[in-house]
Each structure stands twice: as C-alpha cells, then as structure tokens.
C-alpha cells in the first residue's frame, strides 16, 4: 500500500502528493489572511504554519501567481530548499523575496518536468472571470517590496498540472475547456465552473474520482472549522451565492453515476491508485 501515490488537500487550492516518500506540492496556502488585512494591508504569511502543517518538499507547483496560490511558496521554498516551478511573473515574485535563482524555474504550457519519482506535464489553464473581467491580471509593479499587497500577485498566465507516478495520475485541470484533457485517474477541479463542465472534463479524462478542491472560505484561519467561499460575483442568479461541494457532488453523480466525487478532508491522507481510499493513519 506504500508504494500507492497518495495526497493530502491543504485546503483552499494546495495539493501534496507523496510517492515512496517523495513529495512535491501545488499551490500551497497556509497563511489564509483575514479579509481585510488581505485587502487593504501588506500581509505577512505565516513561516510557522509551514513548518507545523508541511513535511519535506522537493518542489512546488504554482498554477498561477494571485496571492491564495503563490504567497506561501516562498516560505516553503526557504523551509525545505525546495525548487518552485510557475509563470514568469511567478518567478519575478520569488526573486523579490530573496529566493535564489537556483530555487526558481520558469516554466511555459508544453513543458514536461521530473521531479524524483514524478512525471509533470505542464498544460494551459483558463482563470475564471468577475463581472467579465479577470481578476488582477497583467504586468507586475516595476518594484515590488515584500510584504506584497494583494494586487501586487499580478497573473500573466495559468497552468493545469498533469502528474503521473508509476501507474496512478492526477490531473488539476484549471478551466472550463474539455478538447485536450489528458486520460488521469484523478481529477482536481474547482466546483466554481458547474457540475455539468466537470463531468465533461471529468469523462475526457476518463478520471474514476473527482477531488473538488478551492471551494473553502480561504480567508479563515486552517484552526477553524472549515465552510464554503462565497462566490466571486458573476452574470447569474442569485448574485451572490456561497459554493456548494455536497451539492456539486449530488449533480455530478446524477451525470457520471460511475465516477466517485470525493469531497477531501484538510490534511487526510488518501491513496490513488489500483484503489482509492483514506488512509487509516493520518499525519
């Protein structure tokens, strides 16, 4: 059972995946800042809560660099001598923490990378849009001073994720487009886009499970009982609306009856693989 490709939600968008003791991570995010230190002030993330919450890392993955995905990685890259993997204005971010070049790897769509025992492919993901436009996109400040204000984690592009361990794959599909979703056994996907577009993906994929992840109120702190984000505001009724995992699992199996929608718990364990199932021990 060891040698399985497992992985824990961090909660908000944050993956572990740990294969025979090697571990890389996506988009980690402890800190979680109140609301309005996040919007109004320069917060400063939580080095401790990586060092509590986090075992060794060899690298992370940043599907894009808004706050709630790139924030943290800094202090996971100076905690674990990790290398971190993203988009250039990700790595622009990294460099003005003080993070060593060495440390820093730009990457672009079409790219495959190895990391020990896991196989990346680096694939295009699409952001999702408020009122039409998308949120705090385009070229960073000439000068940027850590600690960062929200609006400084400026996105210039996002990337999807396919990992692979010996026989088990994960896919952390970022968009609503299915023509040239990878064949995974798991697939990652926020619930923000609908259950009908994850089924879509989710059978272009020929994925067994769905893991709805970034659905959390990732403004409240990890020692409180984790509840639904409110949605960021879009076209449609009603206006403003709380996301629903337990509601997005009961569509999805009404479309993909044969596909099982696994709602994670932050922090346990669960094996991918010949099967999938939480483990009994956790961290």
Not at 50 to 77: E, G, K, M, N, W
Not at 154 to 177: C, H, K, Y
Not at 194 to 215: D, E, S
Not at 236 to 257: E, G, K, T, Y
């Amino acid at each position: 059972m060891k040698e399985q490709l497992q992985f824990r939600w961090l909660g908000t968008a944050g993956i572990e995946l740990e294969y025979r003791g090697e571990r890389i991570l996506i988009d980690p995010y402890l800190s979680r800042f109140p609301f309005r230190n996040a919007l109004f002030g320069r917060p400063v993330p939580k080095q401790d809560l990586v060092a509590r919450y986090l075992s060794p890392t060899r690298a992370i993955l940043v599907s894009h660099p808004h706050f709630d995905h790139l924030a943290d990685v800094p202090a996971v890259c100076r905690e674990f001598d990790a290398a971190a993997y993203g988009s250039p204005n990700t790595s622009a971010i990294l460099r003005a923490h003080g993070i060593p070049p060495p440390q820093i790897r730009t990457v672009q769509a079409g790219d495959r990378v190895g990391i020990g025992p896991f196989e990346i492919r680096i694939l295009p993901g699409r952001h999702g849009r408020m009122l039409g436009m998308l949120p705090y996109a385009g070229p960073l400040p000439a000068r940027l001073n850590p600690p960062l204000r929200l609006s400084e984690y400026r996105m210039d592009v996002m990337f999807s994720f396919q990992v692979r361990a010996a026989d088990a794959s994960v896919l952390v599909w970022n968009g609503p487009e299915s023509p040239g979703v990878p064949i995974a056994d798991a697939l990652f996907f926020c619930p923000l886009w609908g259950a009908r577009t994850c089924a879509a993906i989710a059978g272009a994929a020929q994925a067994r499970i769905v893991v709805p992840v970034h659905w959390d109120d990732f403004f409240s702190p990890l020692e409180r009982t984790l509840h639904p984000l409110i949605a960021p505001p879009g076209w449609h009724s009603p206006w403003i609306r709380r996301m629903d995992p337990v509601a997005f699992a009961r569509s999805m199996n009404q479309l993909l009856p044969e596909v099982q929608v696994h709602i994670p718990d932050v922090f346990k364990s669960v094996y991918v693989g010949q099967g999938f199932h939480q483990r009994k021990e956790e961290h």
